[in-house]
């Protein structure tokens, strides 16, 4: 990050007021570690009992030098949640949640989900937890169902997969 951070700053290197500042000091280190959508970074600024119009400023100054970007916690979140197992309806919903607007959002989804076969990972997600398929009793069919449906698949999808129709 201190790379990132110094050409952000840009040349010469110089701390000044940036040193004093405990809103930006501190959003920079919640960034060093992951990355976080606009509005997750506020929230977890107000609750530290900054200022909003000083949360404010600090958060345009991180987005002047692209140090906080949407876009980017977007497409980063979109594809953790494609690695993880998860379906497009859940990586979608966590997207919104976190402030990140909807257009973005889909975009962020659809490009981490292009060329990923949705019916096998579903599979493979309900057979890792529940066994082989062809061998689920109803009930543990309908647990499958839920499952699946709480991981983010759509409805027809999961429907084709456990029952075959």
């Not at 909003?52 to 980017?72: F, Q």
């Not at 599979?123 to 699946?148: K, N």
């Amino acid at each position: 990050m201190d790379g990132v951070l110094r050409a952000a700053l840009g040349p010469p290197f110089a701390l000044g007021d940036w040193a004093l500042d405990p809103a930006r000091d501190k959003a920079l280190k919640l960034l060093a570690r992951r990355e976080h959508s606009r509005r997750e970074l506020e929230r977890k600024l107000l609750q530290r009992k900054f200022s909003p119009e000083h949360i404010e400023t600090t958060l345009d100054w991180l987005v002047e030098r692209d140090l906080l970007s949407d876009a980017r916690y977007a497409r980063l979140a979109a594809e953790s949640d494609h690695r993880r197992g998860m379906g497009p309806l859940r990586a979608r919903a966590r997207l919104l949640r976190a402030g990140v607007n909807e257009t973005m959002a889909e975009s962020a989804v659809a490009g981490a989900f292009a060329d990923a076969d949705q019916a096998a990972t579903a599979r493979a997600q309900c057979e890792r937890r529940f066994g082989p398929l062809g061998e689920l009793s109803r009930r543990d069919q309908q647990r499958a169902y839920r499952f699946l449906l709480q991981r983010g698949f759509r409805p027809e999808l999961v429907r084709d997969i456990l029952f075959g129709r």
